[in-house]
């Protein structure tokens, strides 16, 4: 090596070794980018949850309800043809939901963890559990946005919106339908149901997420 490379080699190590080196999630953050390297959404999840949720999520759940003891039977005797006839799934990959409504007899309730259930007697009545309602105060599921239709994970340019559109209809749910209402004082009232669910298949537990429930006197 000549000497003038050699010296030149020199002057651009030590240049380097003088740069402050900004890792590329930083620079992102500097910038008021995103640092996990997917796009910021144009939709902001609890606005859009607001905006459809009486124009478009309970206008597909009514339209969509069936008799919860009439669909336990169908679902019974012939899964796949009921599931075609009265579900919704967003792709083969993913499971089936259903919207239901009925009369329902409040059983017990279960507040052990935040994710609080309450068991249900479906009418007929027969004094035994057909399915559990949430209750929260943590609401867990997918069945409000994957029942949905016109609404499509590709409506959304990242998983984090679409993942946050769940949440915030749960949360529509905590704040019209569930809250004020004292669960263990209602033990053995009857109420009129409308809610969705998502079919784990037979001997699973039907779990129902509420959009209306209203208690008899």
């Known amino acids: 090596m000549r000497i003038k490379e050699i010296i030149f080699c020199g002057v651009i190590g030590a240049a380097l070794l003088s740069c402050t080196v900004v ?3 930083e620079a992102k953050k500097e910038a008021g980018g995103n640092p996990y390297g997917f796009s910021i959404g144009t939709i902001d999840p609890k606005q859009y949850a607001d905006e459809i949720w009486d124009s478009m999520v309970i206008k597909r759940i009514e339209a969509m309800a069936v008799d919860f003891a009439d669909l336990a039977r169908e679902l019974e005797s012939g899964e796949a043809k009921a599931s075609e006839a009265y579900g919704y799934r967003l792709s083969e990959r993913n499971a089936y939901n259903f919207a239901v409504k009925g009369t329902a007899k409040l059983l017990s309730v279960d507040t052990s963890s935040a994710s609080g259930s309450a068991s249900l007697d479906a009418y007929p009545f027969d004094g035994q559990e057909d399915c559990r309602l949430r209750i929260g105060p ?3 599921g997918y069945a409000l946005r994957d029942i949905q239709s016109d609404i499509s994970p590709n409506n959304f340019v990242n998983q984090v919106d679409w993942a946050r559109l769940a949440t915030e209809l749960n949360n529509k749910v905590k704040e ?4 004020g209402v004292d669960f263990p004082g209602l033990v053995g009232k009857e109420a009129e149901l409308l809610g969705v669910f998502t079919w784990e298949g037979k001997g699973g537990v039907i779990t129902v ?4 429930l209203n208690f008899k006197d």
């Open 23 to 25: 890792k590329n999630d």
């Open 138 to 140: 943590v609401l867990q």
């Open 176 to 179: 019209t339908v569930l809250a």
């Open 209 to 212: 997420t509420p959009v209306r």
